[in-house]
């Protein structure tokens, strides 16, 4: 055998941050491969917006495809620890099939509450699958977390929103992870906000590494709303939301106040971009990249091509990608695609690259 | 800092295994952050099926959500470093997600020639987003097989199907991370068999581990074909292949020839499960195992299922789940859901979730 041996694969985030996170030995050590995703190079991107180096951070490569896996399975281990039976989130989509996803893995039974309309079709059949009990209310989202707060505290099930704090715990691990590969902190760091829980907890572990000394520094923090969604930006509620990125359609988010703490201790921002923008950025990850991620994901790198250039020269930004295109794969229909029919001959097809060549 | 520091993210197969890949150093070393993907223990399928562990590969997290990208990277990359400006591929949907994935990251032109009926929507809308140019033909998937291996003779587009060497040389990358994951090769290794590519790659990949003493076996290998596309169970060529697993629906597999040689070679098997069969399994790994894959997948545990338990008694297992559930998405309708309609209020939900618990 050589020394050269390549690293096992990826653990889990229960056993890779264990150090980092609020679990004993009595936490049982659940996962399903969560964690430990690809940061790539985005040339093209950093080209557009004029900064020295983008990565982008691949949360969607996560089991259940977004980025709710990492938090989920240390909220779903901590339920296991206490004697939990039950599971219930309201959700938007991805919290849904996560919890649905780990609830499954761990032999407990998961409730989701959705907002009746809007909901991404293939993030709902991932609950299904999952074979989660979906009840869909009549009313927002923010209507949804209200009752699953309120009937969490009377009955014997564990709410794993992003309020439960196990969830913004675990996911403080992707900041970890970006320190980890890149050897220090990025100066900037993009993500789109919904709920606000993603913010507060890479705020959270960009700040545990710094004071631990793992990292010199921490990012500027640069959230970005959808304009029809962006209560952060203008400071009030916003009673009836409105995006195309459906994760992040949210009028009054559950971690308002972690989110402006991220933006104000960090010098950073939370701005709001366009519908037409968000899906602009989408095909361009897509198409120049070759990352096909769900629209809400590309309202970070939105943000960032909105941003200055002058501030973004010299500097290493990390924007992350929260969930698969695959979860929003019915928007594709809105592209002007290049599909053409033809017969199985030689000729055809031949003659069709030589156009597509040309 | 301490000494206990993580390791880095993955960074992309043709870093992490260059020295077993044919890749020089002028070969670029593009990447999307493939590989490095998930191995997970399945508890309550070891139950059902008498193994004493299961472990399940879950290629469905790489970036384009299935296994295709550890072979299109070496592929893409190998075009790039020989001049090529554009790449073709006849796909029934995987591939054809990973060519344009790839093409678009790298500035090539992607073609993907898609027999006309029966594509996964999920898997076509990815090439798409990717902007590749569909070519759709009045045909079979083997016919589209043949005119593009035709054409890439004739035209300045390289072929990245699985015919290209470039590809198994990549998808054999798998069975080595196997290997370094749990330290040797399983007893037994079951994936599913459509062009068979992928099971001719995984036998080089723990051939080449064993030859350089990286591992002290090789595992018996159990290939799984569907019922009714299962040529290389009857030995015949199937002129109208028929499933419900569109990764596998493939009359007369390319690699014919090193999935008989591994079956053989390997002391193991080729065998078909019914398409019901494939479904059963495929709603078990998400409900129990919290694993939501596309059918083909499935077709590996179903075929484990079917084997005799007295063979499995005291072994080591791994399954490979191909590809991510979200590709076929559609398919959930066929589950019996639960989804509850209610009016926004705390009486109605937790009404419903007291049934639910009862």
Redesign the interface.
């Given at each position: 055998?050589?020394d050269?041996?390549?690293?096992?694969?990826?653990s889990?985030v229960l056993e890779?941050?264990a150090?980092w996170l609020p679990i004993s030995d009595a936490t049982p050590r659940i996962?399903?491969?969560?964690g430990?995703?690809?940061?790539?190079r985005a040339d093209a991107l950093a080209r557009r917006c004029g900064a020295a180096e983008v990565w982008l951070k691949?949360e969607?490569?996560?089991?259940?495809?977004s980025f709710k896996d990492r938090g989920m399975v240390v909220a779903v281990a901590k339920a296991i620890e206490q004697g939990a039976t039950?599971v219930?989130c309201a959700s938007t989509g991805n919290t849904s099939a996560s919890a649905a996803?780990?609830?499954?893995?761990?032999g407990l039974?998961a409730?989701v509450?959705v907002p009746?309309a809007k909901i991404a079709?293939?993030k709902l059949?991932?609950a299904?699958?999952?074979?989660?009990?979906?009840?869909?209310?009549?009313?927002s989202f923010d209507?949804?977390l209200c009752?699953?707060r309120?009937?969490t505290e009377?009955?014997?099930?564990a709410l794993v929103n992003s309020v439960n704090p196990y969830r913004i715990a675990g996911q403080k691990t992707a900041a970890?992870?970006i320190v980890?590969?890149l050897g220090d902190a990025p100066d900037l760091h993009c993500l789109p906000v919904g709920n606000a829980g993603n913010i507060t907890a890479y705020w959270q572990g960009f700040s545990e590494y710094f004071h631990?000394?793992?990292a010199s520094r921490r990012p500027r923090m640069l959230g970005v709303q959808a304009a029809g969604a962006a209560p952060l930006v203008s400071g009030k509620v916003v009673e009836q939301p409105e995006t195309v990125a459906t994760a992040i359609r949210i009028g009054n988010p559950a971690s308002w106040d972690g989110a402006v703490a991220a933006r104000d201790a960090s010098g950073g921002a939370i701005v709001a971009v366009e519908d037409a923008q968000i899906l602009e950025a989408w095909?361009l990850l897509?198409?120049?990249?070759?990352?096909?991620c769900e629209p809400a994901s590309a309202a970070s790198v939105a943000g960032l091509l909105n941003a200055d250039p002058s501030e973004l020269a010299g500097k290493q930004v990390v924007c992350t990608i929260t969930g698969?295109?695959?979860?929003d794969?019915?928007l594709?229909e809105q592209?002007d695609?290049?599909?053409?029919?033809?017969?199985?001959?030689?000729g055809?097809?031949?003659s069709?690259?030589?156009e597509?060549?040309s």
């Amino acid at each position: 055998m050589t020394d050269a041996r390549p690293p096992a694969g990826p653990s889990g985030v229960l056993e890779r941050y264990a150090e980092w996170l609020p679990i004993s030995d009595a936490t049982p050590r659940i996962s399903l491969g969560e964690g430990s995703t690809p940061l790539v190079r985005a040339d093209a991107l950093a080209r557009r917006c004029g900064a020295a180096e983008v990565w982008l951070k691949l949360e969607m490569c996560n089991p259940t495809a977004s980025f709710k896996d990492r938090g989920m399975v240390v909220a779903v281990a901590k339920a296991i620890e206490q004697g939990a039976t039950a599971v219930l989130c309201a959700s938007t989509g991805n919290t849904s099939a996560s919890a649905a996803a780990y609830a499954a893995r761990c032999g407990l039974r998961a409730f989701v509450l959705v907002p009746g309309a809007k909901i991404a079709q293939g993030k709902l059949a991932q609950a299904i699958a999952h074979g989660a009990r979906v009840l869909a209310i009549d009313g927002s989202f923010d209507d949804a977390l209200c009752i699953a707060r309120e009937v969490t505290e009377e009955l014997p099930v564990a709410l794993v929103n992003s309020v439960n704090p196990y969830r913004i715990a675990g996911q403080k691990t992707a900041a970890m992870e970006i320190v980890d590969s890149l050897g220090d902190a990025p100066d900037l760091h993009c993500l789109p906000v919904g709920n606000a829980g993603n913010i507060t907890a890479y705020w959270q572990g960009f700040s545990e590494y710094f004071h631990a000394e793992r990292a010199s520094r921490r990012p500027r923090m640069l959230g970005v709303q959808a304009a029809g969604a962006a209560p952060l930006v203008s400071g009030k509620v916003v009673e009836q939301p409105e995006t195309v990125a459906t994760a992040i359609r949210i009028g009054n988010p559950a971690s308002w106040d972690g989110a402006v703490a991220a933006r104000d201790a960090s010098g950073g921002a939370i701005v709001a971009v366009e519908d037409a923008q968000i899906l602009e950025a989408w095909q361009l990850l897509a198409s120049e990249e070759g990352v096909f991620c769900e629209p809400a994901s590309a309202a970070s790198v939105a943000g960032l091509l909105n941003a200055d250039p002058s501030e973004l020269a010299g500097k290493q930004v990390v924007c992350t990608i929260t969930g698969h295109g695959l979860k929003d794969a019915e928007l594709v229909e809105q592209i002007d695609s290049d599909m053409i029919r033809l017969s199985a001959d030689y000729g055809a097809v031949a003659s069709a690259l030589m156009e597509g060549l040309s």
